[in-house]
């Protein structure tokens, strides 16, 4: 009997769990763009917790390239987001990533766009994929 109640508890628990999951963002691209007012290079993205990587060698000033994820859902929660500035200067930044609920609802496409600011800023936005228009 104990051993039935445990595997009932397990389940119970397993079915809630999977209940509060929310759905992934349909991802098209993955953008970084530079305003930082200066080129910036080895910029690297690095999503966790699934390790799905992407980077380019350079960006120039006002400037925005594709890092190479290719379309999938966003399963991934928070970024690292590396780059070296005109000074030769390293960052790191951990960023946590966007969600939207009406995305999925209506499942639209977006794009995830990093922009990385002087100083080390770095925000994310999700944007309305092309492939919606």
Known sequence: MKNWLSWFACLSLLFSLLACAKPAVMIDRVLVKNATGNKITDVEV???PTKKFGAVNTILPEKSL???FPRQPMLAQKALVRW???NGTEWSVGVNLPYDRTATEEMRTMNLIYVIYPS????THLGESQINK
């Not at 080390?120 to 925000?123: H, I, N």
């Open 120 to 123: 080390g800023r770095v925000e």
């Open 46 to 48: 690095r999503h966790e």
């Open 66 to 68: 594709d890092i190479g």
């Open 84 to 86: 070296r500035d005109d």
